[in-house]
């Protein structure tokens, strides 16, 4: 997906689990709690979605005993390299960029496309206005292509900027768009080609913590070997995402 930037309040929440780390080291998973289906808070106020079913799993895997705090997109790397907690786990592409200041574990999520939605078929890409979320890998990539880019801070507020006429069209992962697009009724529809960014979805780590990376890694993998991160991805995405 997306992201990076400054400081907010953070919530957290049980991950509903016990199992002690080497260290007996609660491990906090930060979280941004606002894009559905990867991550978000449901009606009894609790992480919820693909990521916090997968980092519950990965946690038990690795022994782990892990909290979840939510905090705001712009200031998740910040407060993560501050120590607010120790991983992120937000819908976060693996870039050469974010990847100078803190490390990923592999991926858990596959390479997948990014895409165009508008009110109409028709709209300039190239010249208009595309709304997208700040500090995301599809705000870089509007920014470079010629196109007017207007950013907002939540994924919310970008198809809110279609709806509302301040922008011709929003960038985003197709898969964050899909529902949208499908519960529109119409009112939204993808329009020009897809575009495929990033390095797929990965854990991210404070780059000293090797020792954690090397855990999550190994549990990943397992999870990729058995099948159970496949069931996973299409429980969330469907049966026609890509899997392992």
Avoid at 50 to 67: M, N, P, Q, S, V
Avoid at 201 to 208: A, K, P
Wanted: proline share 3%; aromatic share 10%.
């Amino acid at each position: 997906m997306k992201k990076i930037l400054l400081a907010t309040a953070a919530l957290t929440f049980s991950a509903g689990f016990a199992m002690a780390d080497a260290h007996g080291k609660t491990i906090r998973m930060g979280t941004e709690g606002a894009y559905p289906p990867y991550n978000f808070i449901n009606d009894k106020g609790e992480v919820d979605g693909f990521e916090r079913e997968l980092g519950d799993e990965l946690c038990k895997r690795a022994e782990l005993t892990c909290e979840w705090v939510k905090n705001d997109w712009d200031s998740i790397i910040p407060n993560l390299v501050s120590g607010n907690y120790d991983t992120i786990m937000a819908g976060m592409s693996i870039t050469d960029e974010r990847d100078e200041v803190i490390d990923f574990t592999q991926n858990y999520y596959p390479p997948t496309a990014s895409a165009y939605a508008a009110a109409s078929d028709g709209v300039d890409l190239k010249g208009g206005v595309v709304a997208a979320q700040t500090s995301t890998i599809q705000a870089g990539y509007i920014a470079e292509s010629g196109a007017t880019l207007v950013e907002f801070a939540t994924p919310e507020e970008t198809v809110a900027a279609v709806r509302n006429g301040e922008a011709d069209a929003v960038f985003a992962d197709k898969d964050y768009l899909v529902p949208l697009v499908e519960e529109s009724a119409g009112e939204l529809m993808f329009v020009g080609d897809d575009v495929p960014l990033g390095g797929g979805i990965g854990l991210g780590l404070r780059e000293s913590d090797t020792e954690l990376k090397e855990k999550f890694d190994t549990a990943i993998t397992a999870m990729k070997e058995d099948g159970s991160l496949n069931t996973m991805l299409k429980k969330w995405f469907g049966e026609e995402t890509k899997t392992y």
